[in-house]
T-cell receptor, first 117, second 113 residues
Framework: EAQVTQNPRYLITVTGKKLTVTCSQNMNHEYMSWYRQDPGLGLRQIYYSMNVEVTDKGDVPEGYKVSRKEKRNFPLILESPSPNQTSLYFC????????????????FGAGSRLTVL | LAKTTQPISMDSYEGQEVNITCSHNNIATNDYITWYQQFPSQGPRFIIQGYKTKVTNEVASLFIPADRKSSTLSLPRVSLSDTAVYYCLVGDIRQNQGGKLIFGQGTELSVKP
């Protein structure tokens, strides 16, 4: 089944304890991205990657890191989590087509709910 | 980069047609307009995408005027299961077009019996 898999789905941690949220897709998609969702703020893009070894900042990158060493994986790293990073996180992937059409058809993971105490 | 504005919430009744409008005054020439549906505790799901004029699929229709500064998602004959948050997205993640995407705040649609 074509899907985006995130782990963990739920995590409670403490301030300053490094954590990684993994994201993996099995669709050979070039484009991958991370979002956080907070009440009243909708979905905000954290980082995105157009292909292996190509990453760039989204709207709210502060406090996060990412890497794209393989096409299928795009982990989100919180080096020193703080309470304001408590949120629901989504990973998404898409074909990054070179022609017209299908530009923003994203497949999302189920989400990872993170609480930082 | 285009910023989008949507109504925060809408109410409807079963069997009615629902139209949700998204404003995107600064849309770029290469940007596409895409709509997503999100149920509680799930990731957003693609509904429909368009560039200009009208697009229709088995789920919805998308109307885009000539100036492309707004778009309207039309859901025909909604049911209780259409209760969800609907997001408008403007951007273009094709190669060499950038990959930054900005979602709207979402419209919470509540369908009542």
């Amino acid at each position: 089944e074509a899907q985006v898999t995130q782990n963990p789905r739920y995590l409670i941690t403490v301030t300053g304890k490094k954590l990684t949220v993994t994201c993996s897709q099995n669709m050979n998609h070039e484009y991958m991205s991370w979002y956080r969702q907070d009440p009243g703020l909708g979905l905000r893009q954290i980082y995105y990657s157009m292909n292996v070894e190509v990453t760039d900042k989204g709207d709210v990158p502060e406090g996060y890191k990412v890497s794209r060493k393989e096409k299928r994986n795009f982990p989100l790293i919180l080096e020193s989590p703080s309470p304001n990073q408590t949120s629901l996180y989504f990973c998404a992937s898409s074909l990054s087509l070179r022609g017209s059409g299908g530009a923003n058809v994203l497949t999302f993971g189920a989400g990872s709910r993170l609480t930082v105490l | 980069l285009a910023k989008t504005t949507q109504p925060i919430s809408m109410d409807s009744y079963e069997g009615q047609e629902v139209n949700i409008t998204c404003s995107h005054n600064n849309i770029a020439t290469n940007d596409y307009i895409t709509w997503y549906q999100q149920f509680p505790s799930q990731g957003p799901r693609f509904i429909i995408q368009g560039y200009k004029t009208k697009v229709t699929n088995e789920v919805a229709s998308l109307f885009i005027p000539a100036d492309r500064k707004s778009s309207t998602l039309s859901l025909p004959r909604v049911s209780l299961s259409d209760t969800a948050v609907y997001y408008c997205l403007v951007g273009d993640i094709r190669q060499n077009q950038g990959g930054k995407l900005i979602f709207g705040q979402g419209t919470e649609l509540s369908v009542k019996p």
